[in-house]
C-alpha cells in the first residue's frame, strides 16, 4: 500500500517533502507574486463567503490561516488555492438557515461541526479508498446543481446588496417572495453602493479596461490591478461610508467590529445528537467540495503535464476541513476562480499558498480595525459577480444537442435543487442519471450479422448487403450482459428462434461484451436448455479474454456442450455452416 | 401501438379470444386432467397461504375464482396457474402483523386494499410500459430474497405445526426468539398431527413411493394421486381430529365453520390515509408477484415455442388481483409449483384454469361444512413443504464461485430481509447490486495495443506480442464511456501521456464502446484540449454507427480536428505512423 501511494503521487505520502528540498530561486519570484495576488482576491472573498454562510465574517478569514497551511502540505497539486468558496458556503447557509438557531455561539458550533464532520468523512474516504463515489455523479447533474446554486446565491445576495428589510428564510422560493414583498423596502445608498461595487468589479475584467490597463501600467503593476477589482470596491466602499457616514445618515448596514488577532485553536465541543442531524449535509458539502477541488486542480496540473492523485486530494482537504475546524473556522474546498488567479499570477509550489496564509493571518492581526465601515453591499457584490460565471447555460444547450434524456436529467436537478433543497436534490439528479443509464443499457442494439462479401468480416444484415446462412443465425449484442439486459435479451432471442423455424445454432457474437454477470450466466444457462429443447445449439463467439476467464471458474463450459465458443464468427460460421449457403466463401465452393 | 401489442401477443387485446375460437377436442381431456388435478391441489394450499397471510382460510378461496377467471381470459400464458402465492401471503401477513389491527373487518380491509393496490398499480404499470423496472432486480438479489422469505415463512408456521402457545411477532427474530421461549408449550397431538402430515405429503414425492405407485395404479389415477398429497393430509387429518375428538380432548386447533358459499362481489371501500400508508408494500407485491408469474410463465411457454408478453401479463395480473379485491380476496399470483402441476398434468390453454375456478367454487359452495375439523397443524404441513424447495444453496454457491461480489450482495439481500423486513430489505439489495454494477464499469478494463505479426489484428501489449510505434499510442477502452467512468478515463490517459513522453498521436479504439455520455463527451472535448497543449493529437477509431450518428449531432468532430475518427485502427496506424517503425508492414517496407 505504502508503495503504491508513493508511485502515485510521486516519493512521498506528504507532497511538501517533494518539492521544498529541491526548491529553487527561480521558482520564487512567481510563487511571491502569485502568493500576494490571491491574499488580495482571498480577503474581501473569504469575508464575503462567511457572510453568504449567515456567519461573521472573521470566520471566513479564519478559514484561511490552518486549512491552506494543512494544503500546502498534504496536497498532490502544485497551484489549488484552498479557502471558503460559494456552493460550500451556500450549503453551510442552509443548514443555519434551516436549524432556527438562536445564539451566536450555536451558529458558529454548527459551522464548526459541519467543518469537522465533513473533514472527518474525506478523510474516511480516503482510508476506505472511497473517492470513486464521485464517479455517480454525471456531468449533466453538476452542472444543473452548480447552476441552480449560483441562482440561489445570486438572488440571497439582492437583500444586502440592494438593502432591502426582509426576514433570512430557508428555501430559495420563500427568498423570492420575501425579496418580491421587500421591493419598497431598498435602500437607496446602500443600491448605489452595491451595483457600483459590482461596476468595478466586472468593469476592472471587460476587455477595453483590460486593454487601456495593459498599456498604461508596468506589467507587474498591471498583473495586480486586474485582479484587484474587489479590494478596490472594498477599499472605495469603506472610505465612502466612513466619510460621509452613511451607516448613520443613510441606513447602510456595515460590517462592524472585527475581532483582531489570529484564531484561537481549540477543540470542537462534541455532540452526537447535534452530529446526526448535520450528517446528511455533511455529506453533501464533503462530496461537492471534493469533487470541484479535485476537477479544479487536474485541469490545472493537466496544463504542466503533472499528476493529481485524488486519493491524496482525499487526505488533504479532509485534514484542510478538520484543521478549519480546530482554528474556528468553516467548510473549505479548493476554488475555481481563485486557483486560476494563483495558477495564472505564476505560482510554481505551494509556498505561494503559504504566503496567502501568511497574508491573511497579518490582516487578522493588524489589519481588521480598517474593515469597521466596509459595507456588506459590496461584499455582496462581490459574490454576485463571483457567481455570476457558474450560471451555465451552455452546457445545458450541450447536452439537449446530444442527449435529450440527459438534459432533462439537468433540468430535473435544477429545478430539484431549486424546490427540494441541495441535498435531496443533487441525490435525485444522481438517481434518475443513474436510472437513465440502466434504462438505456436494459434495451441493448442488437444485430443479427451476415458475412460482407468474401471477407472474413460480419456486419448487421440491416446495414450491409451481406450473405447470412437459413440454419446458423449470427447475432451481436453491443453491450454487457447483466441483469438489467437479461430479460430483453430472453425475449429478443426467444422470438428470434420462434420466427426462424429452420435455425439449428444460434452464434452470439460477444465482441462488445466486456462483462457476463451471474445474472447474465443463469440466463445463459436457461437459453442453453429451453434452445437445446427445441433442437437448437447455442453458441459463442469472440468472446474477450477477462469474460473467458471468468466463465472458466464454473462448469458453463461443460453444460454449453455440444455447444462450442469460437475465437472468431468466421471460424463459427466456417463450422456449423458444413459448406451450404456460403457460395461467396471459396473454402465451401464445391456445393 | 394497437398494431404492435397485436403483434406481441397474437392476434388480440384479450388472448382468450385467439385460442378459444379454435377450440378443438383434442385438447379437452388435457385441460380437463389438468384443471382437476391442479383444483386438488389448489384448495388447502389457498387456505393455508390465507393463514399464513393471517386471514380466515375462505379469503384464500375467495381468491382463487374470479382472480383465475380474469387471468385465463387475459393472460399471455396458457399454463400459468393463478392463485394465492407464498411471498405475497407472508408480504400480506407482515403488513396485517405490523399495524396492530383490532378487528376481523380491518384485517380485511387490509387484505382486500393491497390486492386493489398492487392490482391498480399493475394496470398503471401496463399503460405506462413500465415492465422493465422489474429488470432492475439481479439475480442473485431475487435468490436472497426467496431464501429469506423461505426461512421466515417456515419459521413462522412451526407456531402452527408444533401447536405452540406464542404470541405473533412482525419481525423474524421475534418470532424466532418467541419461538424458543415457547419451546416447552408444544403440544404433543398438533406436533405428531403436522409431522405425519409433512411426511405424507413429502413422503408422495419421494422416487421410491413414486416408482412403487406407477406399477399399482392406472396411469390415471397414478397422475391424480402423486399430486394429492395435501388432500390426502387434508382428509386423513380432519378424520382423524372427528374420530378422536382432539379439538376438544388434546387441545389441537382446528379451522372451524367457513362460512359456505361465493364471495359476494362488492366495491372495495376507499380509505386514503390507509392506501397511503399501504402503498410501499403494495409496490412490492405487485413487483415480486409480477416477477415470479412471468419468469414462471416464460420458463413453460419456451417448452412449446409459445410467447409471452411481459406487457400483457401486467394488464392481465393487474386485473386478476383487482378482481380479487372485488371478490374479497388477497393478492395473487402466478405460483410455480402450481403451474408445473398444470403443466405435466396435459394443460393445453387456461380452459384448464377455468375449470380450477368452478372447481373451487364447487367446493365453497357445498364442501367447507367438511373442513370444520382440519387441524392447522396440517395446513402448516402443507406451507412448509411448499416454502422448503424455496431455500436456494445452490445460487449462492454458484454465485460465489463465479462473482465474489455478486454472491456478497445476495447474502445482505437475505440477511436484510431478514433483519430490516422485506421491502427495505429488497430495496437495499438492488441498490447495492446497482452500486456494484456501477463500481465495475468505473474502473474499465483498458488495453494499449499493437499490431499482431503481418496482420490487421491490433491485440492488447500485455498478453500477445505485437508491434508497436513509440509515437502513436492505440488504446481498447472495454466499456462504455459513460459518467462512472470519465474520471478513472481521464487519469488513465493523462498517466499515460505523462509516461510516454515521445508520444504525437493518442488513438482511442472504440469497438467495445456502445454509449458515450454527454460527461464522456464533455471528457473527450477536455482532453482534446489538454492533448493538444502538451503535443498530442486525439484521434478515435472503430466508432460504431449509433455512437457516431450521435456524435454528428454536435460540433465534436470539428474541435476533434486535427484529431480524425478512423474506419479501423490498422488504417488510423497507417496514417499517423509515416513509415516508421512498422518494418513488418509491406505498405512501409522502405524504412
Redesign the interface.
Known amino acids: 500500500m505504502e508503495s503504491e501511494t508513493k508511485n502515485l503521487v510521486g516519493q512521498s505520502r506528504i507532497p511538501l517533502l517533494n518539492w521544498l528540498p529541491s526548491y529553487s530561486k527561480a521558482l520564487l519570484s512567481g510563487d511571491i507574486m502569485a502568493g500576494s495576488i490571491v491574499a488580495i482576491v482571498l480577503l474581501p472573498q473569504a469575508m464575503a463567503y462567511a457572510m453568504l454562510a449567515g456567519l461573521p465574517p472573521q470566520i471566513g478569514l479564519y478559514s484561511c490561516v490552518l486549512p491552506i497551511l494543512l494544503y500546502a502540505a498534504l496536497g498532490s497539486s502544485r497551484t489549488l488555492a484552498v479557502g471558503p468558496v460559494g456552493l460550500m458556503s451556500l450549503m453551510v447557509g442552509e443548514v443555519i438557515g434551516g436549524l432556527n438557531l438562536s445564539s451566536g455561539a450555536d451558529v458558529l458550533f454548527v459551522a464548526v461541526s459541519l467543518a469537522l464532520l465533513s473533514g472527518g468523512l474525506l478523510v474516511l474516504m480516503f482510508v476506505l479508498r472511497f473517492g ?1 463515489i ?7 447533474v453538476l452542472s444543473g446543481f452548480t447552476s441552480a446554486a449560483a441562482l440561489i446565491i445570486g438572488v440571497s445576495q439582492l437583500k444586502q446588496m440592494l438593502g432591502l428589510d426582509m426576514p433570512r428564510a430557508a428555501h430559495f422560493y420563500e427568498t423570492t417572495i420575501n425579496l418580491v414583498n421587500a421591493a419598497h423596502t431598498i435602500n437607496p445608498a446602500t443600491a448605489v453602493l452595491g451595483i457600483a461595487g459590482i461596476a468595478v468589479i466586472s468593469g476592472i475584467r471587460t476587455p477595453v479596461l483590460n486593454r487601456f490597463l495593459v498599456g498604461l501600467l508596468p506589467k507587474l503593476l498591471y498583473a495586480v490591478v486586474s485582479k484587484s477589482g474587489p479590494l478596490i470596491a472594498v477599499i472605495g466602499g469603506t472610505v465612502f461610508v466612513w466619510v460621509f457616514e452613511l451607516d448613520r445618515t443613510s441606513g447602510v448596514t456595515i460590517v462592524g467590529e472585527i475581532p483582531s488577532g489570529l484564531p484561537r485553536l481549540s477543540f470542537p465541543r462534541g455532540d452526537w445528537e447535534m452530529f446526526v442531524q448535520l450528517l446528511p449535509m455533511a455529506t453533501v458539502i464533503a462530496i461537492v467540495g471534493f469533487l470541484e477541488s479535485v476537477s479544479v486542480a ?2 490545472l ?3 504542466k ?1 503533472q ?2 492523485d ?1 486519493n491524496q486530494e482525499l487526505l488533504a482537504l479532509g485534514c484542510a476541513n478538520i484543521g478549519a475546524a480546530f482554528s474556528g473556522g468553516y467548510p473549505v474546498a479548493g476554488g475555481l476562480g481563485r486557483s486560476m488567479v494563483n495558477f495564472s499570477a505564476g505560482a510554481n509550489t505551494q509556498l505561494a499558498s503559504v504566503l496567502t496564509a501568511l497574508l491573511i493571518a497579518f490582516s487578522l492581526i493588524f489589519l481588521t480595525p480598517l474593515l469597521y465601515y466596509l459595507p456588506r453591499a459590496v461584499l455582496a457584490a462581490i459574490i454576485i459577480v463571483a457567481v455570476f460565471g457558474l450560471f451555465d447555460l451552455k ?1 445545458l444547450k ?2 439537449w ?3 435529450k434524456a ?1 438534459a432533462a436529467c439537468l433540468l430535473v436537478t435544477f429545478f430539484a435543487v431549486l424546490i427540494i433543497g441541495i441535498e435531496w436534490g443533487i441525490l435525485l439528479g444522481a438517481l434518475v ?2 436510472g437513465i ?9 442488437i444485430a443479427i450479422v451476415g458475412r460482407v462479401g468474401n471477407t472474413e468480416h460480419f456486419r ?1 444484415i440491416e ?1 450491409h448487403s451481406v450473405t447470412t446462412c437459413s440454419r446458423v443465425i449470427a447475432m451481436r449484442v ?3 450482459l ?7 435479451l ?2 429478443y432471442i ?2 428470434l ?2 420466427d426462424n423455424q429452420q435455425a439449428k445454432h444460434l452464434v452470439l457474437i460477444c ?2 461484451v ?2 457476463i ?3 447474465a ?2 440466463l445463459l444457462d ?1 437459453l442453453i436448455e ?1 434452445l437445446r ?2 433442437g437448437v445449439n447455442l453458441h459463442l463467439a469472440e468472446v ?3 469474460v473467458m476467464d ?1 466463465l472458466k ?2 462448469s458453463f463450459l461443460v453444460r454449453l456442450q455440444p455447444g462450442q465458443v469460437f475465437l472468431s464468427t468466421h471460424v463459427a460460421m466456417q463450422t456449423l455452416d458444413s459448406g451450404q449457403n456460403f457460395t461467396t466463401d471459396p473454402d465451401f465452393s464445391s456445393e
Open positions: 470513486s464521485v464517479n455517480f455523479i454525471s456531468h449533466p487536474k485541469a496540473a493537466s496544463k503535464r499528476k493529481i485524488a452546457t450541450h447536452v444537442e446530444y442527449d440527459e442519471s443513474i443509464h440502466l434504462q438505456r443499457s436494459s434495451e441493448p442494439h448487421n446495414r453491443d453491450e454487457n447483466y441483469f438489467a439486459n437479461t430479460s430483453f430472453e425475449d426467444m422470438a428462434i420462434a465482441s462488445a466486456n462483462k454477470d451471474s445474472s450466466l443463469e436457461t429451453r429443447y427445441v474477450k479474454g477477462p471468468q471458474k464454473t
